[in-house]
């Protein structure tokens, strides 16, 4: 049933209580008015034979003979009434015998009853009346004479009439659930049309759209929901217009410290250059110094540049300078460039060309191995694998893998699985900057764990232009 629209439930119900309705008003109706049809055609069938027999009998004997039967017989019958009399084990004749007659009711006759049962008789509604004939003696005591009279009364107009009745008990039944079915769709119209423009209205909202409002129409509930969405919607109109300037302005100040640190860096780069030619040279805290000073403007430098990268990205100012690359070749030069060629085991089928950022592969394969080789474990390995429409790489290590609830954070920013892995070093951004990437490729980047137990990185991109 909640699978049916509001609609169908609407004129479901109002069907079925229409049906109900006439079914206990136009049935009860029904069934009154038939019991008194035929209580009135029985009672009158019964006074109308009584009062004949009583005029035929205050004039004449009991019957002698088997023709006087037939006569009084004949007597009672009429168009619409059969008639058979019995007196002293004789019978009148005619189309209806004793055997034909209900025993019961035969019984009560003999006993002095005036009885009448309704009976099918030749297909059709009968009634069969019964009574024997008593004479007053002069003691005014009644006296039976042993004359039976049975009456056969066709109820066939009775029963026309009840059919009439039926038929108008199932029209008025059949426009009283065209009327509801009429009701429910005015109803459904009246009701569905506001609920149909919340559906709506709560769709844009969905989708961003936050200037969406609702016309109020009346003062009843539906009033009061659309007042309640339009107050809600500019609520969050408003909120999420604050978090929008705040995103924004957080963005920007990153964005622009990031750009305003690059030359103080690049000048602090060139004093530890000096720095590490020197170091060698110097003792104790001094060469401590030094090498701490050179480690930790290298990762500022990092964490600046990827700073900036991810500010591209926010701003939409990222773009893909695509060219056609050897994948396998490209993987390699990767490898080469940091020093992992004998750390990384690399399995690059050859002839594998595609259309990509060499500069933005090369940061997706650096932040991969890089991430295997400091917070997994050794051997990494990288695979190449191609198909007509795109090329996957997976990189994949040896170490603890990561853990369930881990997983659906891998690539936030300055997320740190410091629970999942053994060590925790660098920004956090590593990983969200090669996703980045993959999506600007109109690529994938998936995290998950190898059978044997290390994290796998598969990254999927398509081998023509995006």
């Known amino acids: ?12 119900a109002f069907a079925a209580l229409g049906a109900v309705t006439t079914a206990l008003v136009a049935g009860g109706g029904y069934v009154q008015a038939r019991t008194v049809i035929l209580q009135q055609a029985q009672d009158a069938a019964v006074l109308s034979l009584i009062d004949r027999i009583t005029n035929l009998f205050a004039s004449r004997g009991l019957p002698a003979g088997q023709h006087e039967l037939d006569e009084v017989a004949a007597l009672l019958s009429d168009r619409n009434d059969t008639t058979i009399v019995a007196y002293q084990e004789r019978t009148s004749s005619g189309r209806i015998t004793l055997d034909m007659l209900p025993a019961r009711l035969r019984a009560h006759v003999s006993a002095g009853r005036v009885v009448w049962q309704r009976v099918s008789w030749e297909g ?18 009644v006296e039976p004479t042993g004359l039976e009279i049975y009456q056969v009364h066709s109820l066939a107009a009775e029963q ?4 009439r009745l039926a038929t108008m008990a199932w029209l008025t039944g059949g426009c009283s659930v065209a009327l509801a079915v009429l009701l429910a769709l005015f109803a459904a119209r009246g009701v569905l049309r506001p609920v149909r423009e919340l559906g709506t209205a709560a769709r844009r909202l969905g989708e961003g759209d936050l200037t969406t409002r609702l016309t109020v129409r009346g003062a009843d509930e539906l009033a009061d929901l659309a007042r309640t969405f339009n107050t809600t919607a500019g609520t969050l109109e408003r909120y999420v217009g604050d978090l929008r300037r705040m995103e924004s302005d957080a963005r920007r100040f990153v964005a622009d410290v990031s750009h ?6 690049a000048a602090m780069a060139a004093v530890t250059d000096v720095l590490d030619e020197e170091a060698p040279h110097l003792t104790g805290d001094a060469g401590k110094a030094a090498r701490l000073v050179s480690q930790e403007t290298q990762s500022l430098t990092r964490l600046v540049n990827d700073l900036i990268e991810v500010s591209r990205f926010d701003s939409g100012t990222a773009a893909l300078a695509l060219d056609r690359v050897d994948v396998a070749a490209a993987v390699t030069a990767t490898l080469r460039a940091r020093g992992w060629s004998g750390r990384v085991a690399a399995d690059l089928p050859p ?3 595609a259309r990509l950022d060499p500069r933005r592969l090369d940061v997706i394969l650096a932040n991969l191995v890089g991430n295997a080789l400091h917070h997994g474990a050794e051997p990494v390995a990288v695979r190449l694998r191609a198909e007509p429409a795109e090329l996957t790489l997976e990189v994949t290590d040896h170490g603890p893998g990561l853990d369930p609830d881990v997983l659906p954070h891998v690539f936030d920013r300055f997320y740190k699985a410091d629970t999942a892995r053994a060590r925790s070093t660098g920004s956090g951004l590593g990983l969200a900057i090669a996703w980045e990437n993959a999506r600007l490729h109109r690529g994938t980047l998936v995290a998950g764990n190898a059978p044997h137990g290390g994290a796998v990185f598969t990254l999927r991109l398509p081998r023509s232009e995006p």
């Open 160 to 163: 026309q009439s009840i059919d």
């Open 351 to 353: 002839g594998i060309q």
């Open 124 to 141: 059709r509604p009968g009634l069969v009346i019964g009574t024997q004939l008593t004479v007053a003696r002069p003691d005014a005591a």
């Open 260 to 265: 305003e640190l690059r030359t103080p860096l």
């Open 1 to 12: 049933m909640n699978r049916l629209g509001l609609r169908v439930r609407l004129l479901l």
